[in-house]
């Protein structure tokens, strides 16, 4: 059997280890399950503190993570990929040479799961050259479970959406159990489907059970040199159920995270050079409504967001993504009390058919909707605004279409995500008479998209001779011969820079707009 030494973490205050401080943010107490009996007792200055070591059976392994879906998909990837790294893994963006494969999920639409289907099907054929790991993660794991093992021959760990903080120990046991078989099969089998071939058993994990707690588990981070923006999960869940969302099934109840722990956490990344923090929850502006009281008649978010912007070093705060219902008067008055809180808001509209909205469970009517957006750029007329629709929903008849094409124009969206309706198993809508047919939909996206699109390359002109302030992030990810950073209302500005503008605020002349893209002029750079 093969073994190795692995660093873990030791039970000191703050956590300081030396060379392992970067592991854990400080204040997080280490689980049980990761301190292992063996021993070495090491002194400092100010404590005499233990360092945990462990007896792995799996070899250091390379580890291929791709992720569908939305930013919190990503933050719960960055969370395995740090758990993984931490036990001695090294991340790989080469499929072709990876020894684990996890495809990080997502529900949301058909088209989401089906692309994960399919790449998981391509990259089966790696097991012919070697043994691999293959495992799906998140939303789609969640909702499909145990029947993934019989549509997908090659794969070994379908892990769900509470069980991301799993997925190491359940990865190093799959490595582990491909030792073990290829010591009883000898050398010469190279390929898992050998292994199971030989006795018709396949190694396999399923676990989409509910665990409480599991929204404290999204905690740690791993961060380049140079990160200066960061996502930070402060809630798990949905209790909303709109009628064409998987989400509630697939992320179970709303559950969040205490704001000492957050607050922790943001410090430990400013620590670290970010300047930029993005909160996400599912319905983030509904954050702690279950757990936490108000305060001086705040809510539990404005409180985590006044929290968050007393934190020196934090430079702007952002959030996503919020429901209508959630924006009340203190949130919209948080936006002129705290000027790190950025002019940006994201707010789903869906729909601008009071009919269909209410067949949507949405809650509200595009009165109201029209009224919240009023009140938001009365306080803050800077304010951009960004939203989600669906067009084709069951029922959704042309009239009520005209109503979200002409809302639509009346706010004028610096940016709207247009997605035609997609049917999702275990939603209510799935089952609605008057399903539209696909050819109407893709009519109503197209020219829905026309208006949005008119309307992006508006409030991209107006900026042509201002000079806004940006948060430079690094190369663009377009040209990456150019340098590019974010307004504060979130529009991505491409300009020719160095690395000392490389995680600085500052002004950019901009000189051209392309609707969603801006482009600033270097010669006024300092």
């Given at each position: 059997m093969a073994y190795r030494t692995v660093p873990v973490f030791a039970r000191i205050p703050g956590n300081k280890l030396p060379g392992y401080d970067h592991l854990v943010p400080p204040g997080r107490v280490p689980e049980e399950r990761e301190l292992i009996p063996t021993r070495a007792t090491f002194s400092s200055r100010n404590a005499k503190f233990t360092l945990a070591y462990g007896l792995s059976r799996s070899p250091m392994a390379r580890i291929y993570i791709k992720t569908y879906g939305c930013q919190m998909n990503e933050r719960d990837s960055e969370q395995v990929a740090q758990m993984l790294v931490a036990r001695g893994h090294v991340l790989t963006s080469q499929e072709e040479e990876a020894d684990v494969v996890l495809l990080n999920t997502c529900s949301v639409r058909d088209l989401a799961e089906q692309k994960a289907l399919g790449k998981m099907g391509m990259l089966g054929s790696l097991s012919r050259q070697r043994p691999i790991v293959f495992g799906f993660l998140g939303c789609m794991a969640q909702s499909r479970g145990e029947s993934l093992l019989r549509s997908v021959p090659h794969l070994n760990l379908v892990v769900g959406t509470q069980k991301f903080h799993r997925v190491a120990d359940y990865v190093d046991q799959a490595l582990a159990h491909?030792?073990?078989?290829?010591q009883d099969f000898g050398e010469t089998s190279t390929s898992l489907v050998e292994f199971s071939r030989a006795d018709d058993l396949r190694f396999s994990i399923v676990d989409i059970d509910d665990e409480a707690g599991s929204q404290n588990s999204i905690r740690d981070h791993s961060?380049?040199?140079?990160?200066?923006?960061?996502?930070?999960?402060?809630?798990?869940?949905?209790?909303?159920?709109?009628?064409?969302?998987?989400?509630?099934?697939?992320?179970?109840?709303e559950r969040s995270r205490p704001i000492p722990e957050i607050v922790e956490e943001v410090r430990w990344l400013v620590s670290r050079g970010v300047r930029e923090v993005t909160l996400l929850g599912q319905i983030v502006n509904l954050y702690g409504?279950?757990?936490?009281?108000?305060?001086?008649?705040?809510?539990?978010f404005v409180q985590l967001l006044e929290a968050v912007h007393g934190i020196s070093g934090v430079e702007r705060i952002r959030f996503t993504s919020p429901h209508p219902i959630g924006f009340r008067s203190d949130l919209i008055e948080a936006f002129e009390r705290l000027p790190k809180?950025?002019?940006?808001?994201h707010l789903p509209l869906q729909s601008g058919s009071n009919r269909v909205l209410k067949r949507m469970h949405r809650t509200y009517t595009s009165e109201k909707y029209l009224a919240l957006v009023d009140s938001i750029r009365g306080r803050c007329p800077e304010m951009a605004i960004t939203t989600d629709i669906i067009v084709g929903f069951p029922g959704e008849?042309?009239?009520?279409?005209l109503q979200t094409r002409q809302l639509v124009d009346q706010v004028g969206f610096d940016n709207a995500f247009v997605f035609k309706y997609s049917t999702r198993k275990n939603t209510p809508a799935a089952e609605m008479a008057d399903q539209v047919p696909e050819p109407v939909k893709e009519e109503r996206n197209h020219d829905l998209l026309n208006v949005v699109n008119s309307w992006a390359k508006r409030r991209g002109e107006a900026f042509v001779g201002r000079e806004p302030e940006i948060l430079c992030e690094g190369p663009s990810k377009t040209n990456p011969d150019r340098l590019m950073g974010r307004t504060r209302g979130n529009k991505i500005v491409v300009f020719e820079g160095s690395e000392r503008h490389l995680g600085q605020l500052f002004p950019v002349r901009i000189n051209r707009s392309t609707g969603y893209t801006l482009y600033g002029d270097p010669a006024i750079f300092s």
């Open positions: 491909q030792i073990e078989r290829r961060l380049t040199s140079t990160q200066v923006t960061s996502f930070v999960s402060i809630m798990q869940g949905c209790n909303m159920h709109c009628t064409f969302c998987i989400v509630p099934y697939t992320r179970g109840a409504r279950h757990e936490f009281p108000k305060q001086e008649d705040k809510s539990p809180l950025v002019e940006h808001i008849t042309e009239e009520d279409y």
